[in-house]
């Protein structure tokens, strides 16, 4: 396996093309393109990062159609995912605006909404929780959940942490753009630096939410 060297420039433009063009015409003629300038490099990533966050899984390139209205066969982004637990774990993404990266969790299991809530009201365990979100705000992160409009059933509407408690989710993500260096390997620290800024987030989530 190649060493990570970056994201080129024909990355980003396979997704401006797919964007503009999401057939299989178009795929075919550019399948080539993501293979070397997406699938490749996104591989040496997760391998390269494997030792520290354990091992990745990259996403398929073609939708699942068959409950949609859109029916546009191809994703107009390549992402993946590091996690011993269905959605509590470590995100990247590249698409034709360039990369995003960071963690947390999207609630897959029965049960997980609930328990989530249960430790952030607890006195013990919320407020790491309330530092972990405001950690990742100041360090330029957007911390999404996913949050419901009214207040949960059960805790009070004075509640000093009702605003994650609405939360059905708790996602959080750099998007850094296309800077010059992410054709360059400088990109393998910027998502390992990213990712361990969230390690705080993504540990709270795998200790209280997570089955067990």
């Given at each position: 396996?190649?060493?990570?060297?970056?994201?080129?420039?024909?990355?980003?433009?396979?997704?401006?093309?797919?964007?503009?063009?999401?057939?299989?015409?178009?795929?075919?003629?550019?399948?080539?393109?993501?293979?070397?300038?997406?699938?490749?490099?996104?591989?040496?990533?997760?391998?390269?990062l494997?030792?520290?966050?354990?091992?990745?899984?990259?996403?398929?390139?073609?939708?699942?159609?068959?409950?949609?209205?859109?029916?546009?066969?191809?994703?107009?982004?390549?992402?993946?995912?590091?996690?011993?637990?269905?959605g509590?774990?470590?995100?990247?993404?590249?698409?034709?605006?360039?990369?995003?990266?960071?963690?947390?969790?999207?609630?897959?299991?029965?049960?997980?909404?609930?328990?989530?809530?249960?430790?952030?009201?607890?006195?013990?365990s919320?407020?790491?929780?309330?530092?972990?979100?405001?950690?990742?705000?100041?360090?330029?992160?957007?911390?999404?959940?996913?949050?419901?409009?009214?207040?949960?059933?059960?805790?009070?509407?004075?509640?000093?942490?009702?605003?994650?408690?609405?939360?059905?989710?708790?996602?959080?993500?750099?998007?850094?753009?296309?800077p010059?260096?992410l054709?360059?390997?400088?990109?393998?620290?910027?998502?390992?630096?990213?990712?361990?800024?969230?390690?705080?987030?993504?540990?709270?989530?795998?200790?209280?939410?997570?089955?067990?």
């Amino acid at each position: 396996m190649t060493s990570f060297q970056g994201f080129s420039d024909r990355a980003l433009e396979l997704y401006v093309g797919l964007e503009a063009d999401n057939s299989k015409e178009f795929w075919a003629t550019h399948k080539a393109v993501w293979e070397q300038e997406v699938r490749d490099p996104m591989v040496a990533l997760l391998d390269a990062l494997e030792d520290e966050f354990g091992p990745g899984k990259l996403f398929r390139p073609y939708r699942d159609v068959r409950f949609s209205k859109d029916k546009t066969p191809y994703k107009t982004s390549q992402a993946a995912f590091v996690g011993s637990t269905l959605g509590i774990g470590y995100y990247v993404r590249l698409d034709a605006h360039g990369l995003l990266a960071g963690g947390g969790w999207r609630a897959h299991e029965p049960g997980q909404v609930e328990r989530y809530r249960v430790a952030v009201a607890d006195e013990v365990s919320g407020p790491p929780l309330v530092d972990a979100v405001d950690a990742l705000r100041a360090a330029g992160f957007t911390v999404e959940g996913d949050p419901v409009k009214t207040r949960p059933r059960g805790y009070p509407a004075d509640h000093p942490r009702l605003e994650l408690l609405r939360n059905r989710s708790l996602m959080a993500a750099r998007s850094f753009g296309a800077p010059d260096w992410l054709g360059t390997p400088e990109a393998l620290d910027q998502v390992r630096t990213a990712w361990r800024a969230v390690t705080p987030l993504a540990g709270w989530v795998t200790k209280h939410v997570k089955t067990h």
